[in-house]
């Protein structure tokens, strides 16, 4: 069992930045894909990101390359998702996810959710 818990999310103007936070607890094997989700009102779920805990790789969605970055710090337990150079496409709950990697971008592949974040992109 893992238990995810997200913060970080809040309201932030066109090309600013903000940083989420999924703090890791239970049992964390290398068998996970950990990172997010995010969805829109209207839209369904879809992958952004994910961390291999098995060789530190790393997957982005098209639509977040060069402007996110998915990091772990192992001593606090904790995955991050630096998002620059927001715009209001980004706009949606995320949600910290452990998944297989196989389907790192579904979230029909995933095992445990966090309880989501707002993330708000507004002028």
């Known amino acids: 069992q893992l238990q995810l818990t997200d913060s970080g999310g809040g309201l932030v103007q066109p090309g600013g930045s903000l940083r989420l936070s999924c703090l890791v607890s239970g049992e964390t094997t290398d068998y996970y894909c950990l990172g997010w989700f995010r969805q829109a009102p209207g839209r369904e779920r879809e992958g952004v990101s994910c961390f291999d805990m098995d060789d530190w790789s790393t997957r982005y969605a098209d639509s977040v390359k060069g402007r996110f970055t998915i990091s772990r710090d192992v001593a606090k337990s904790t995955l991050y998702l630096q998002m620059n150079d927001l715009n209001p496409e980004d706009t949606a709950v995320y949600y910290c996810?452990?998944?297989?990697?196989?389907?790192?971008?579904?979230?029909?592949?995933?095992?445990?959710w966090g309880q989501g974040t707002q993330v708000t992109v507004s002028s």
């Open positions: 996810a452990a998944s297989t990697l196989a389907k790192w971008d579904d979230y029909t592949g995933v095992y445990f």
